[in-house]
T-cell receptor
Framework: AAGVIQSPRHLIKEKRETATLKCYPIPRHDTVYWYQQGPGQDPQFLISFYEKMQSDKGSIPDRFSAQQFSDYHSELNMSSLELGDSALYFC??????????????????FGPGTRLTVL | EDQVTQSPEALRLQEGESSSLNCSYTVSGLRGLFWYRQDPGKGPEFLFTLYSAGEEKEKERLKATLTKKESFLHITAPKPEDSATYLCAVQGQTGANNLFFGTGTRLTVIP
């Protein structure tokens, strides 16, 4: 079965540089999420998109922005990189589903991640 | 504020020694509780979704259960390949669909 694709898998940047991470969701999934995971930490939610519109916003720095395109792939743009931005960045995708009588829930499937190192 | 606490932080088991991992949660209305497995440097791998107290799900040597305050991941007769970090995450009723993760339990199964 097709999985979430992320590119690049590894990225090394200097301080104050910019970086762009790409995510290709599972086919027919309509929602994309971005998470940041520092060493030894749990994934922290950054931002999400549903049907190409921003749906939720977490702890995403103002230096970062993201968008979802017409083909549902998403890009996370990171500017003025800092040493503390070094982390694993995961993209997850899901299909919005409504459970009869209850609100929605959705299982998120994660990509392999992009390891960003800022020197 | 949503809170997820996993225990223990780390667990070492002999191969075949069954045990349970705990995930305690505080959330304003639970829409779903999710278990993931994560290997070092890799993305979390989806295991289970539970969304109502009393629900149970099984997959090979793993069984997840849910009460109104906590979830357990039972591992029966584990093998070395079960070694990984197991993450618990919740979705609350606030409307946001993102997952709120616990810090995980790092499981090591010794041959």
């Amino acid at each position: 079965a097709a999985g979430v694709i992320q590119s690049p898998r590894h990225l090394i940047k200097e301080k104050r540089e910019t970086a762009t991470l790409k995510c290709y969701p599972i086919p027919r999934h309509d929602t994309v999420y971005w998470y940041q995971q520092g060493p030894g930490q749990d994934p922290q939610f950054l931002i999400s998109f549903y049907e190409k519109m921003q749906s939720d916003k977490g702890s995403i720095p103002d230096r970062f922005s993201a968008q979802q395109f017409s083909d549902y792939h998403s890009e996370l743009n990171m500017s003025s990189l800092e040493l503390g931005d070094s982390a694993l960045y995961f993209c997850a995708s899901s299909l919005y589903r409504r459970l009869a009588g209850l609100s929605s829930y959705n299982e998120q499937f994660f990509g392999p991640g992009t390891r960003l190192t800022v020197l | 504020e949503d809170q997820v606490t996993q225990s223990p932080e780390a667990l070492r088991l002999q191969e075949g020694e069954s045990s349970s991992l705990n995930c305690s949660y505080t959330v304003s209305g639970l829409r779903g509780l999710f278990w993931y497995r994560q290997d070092p440097g890799k993305g979390p791998e989806f295991l289970f979704t539970l969304y109502s107290a009393g629900e149970e799900k099984e997959k090979e040597r793993l069984k997840a259960t849910l009460t109104k305050k906590e979830s357990f991941l039972h591992i029966t007769a584990p093998k070395p390949e079960d070694s990984a970090t197991y993450l618990c995450a919740v979705q609350g009723q606030t409307g946001a669909n993102n997952l709120f993760f616990g810090t995980g339990t790092r499981l090591t199964v010794i041959p």
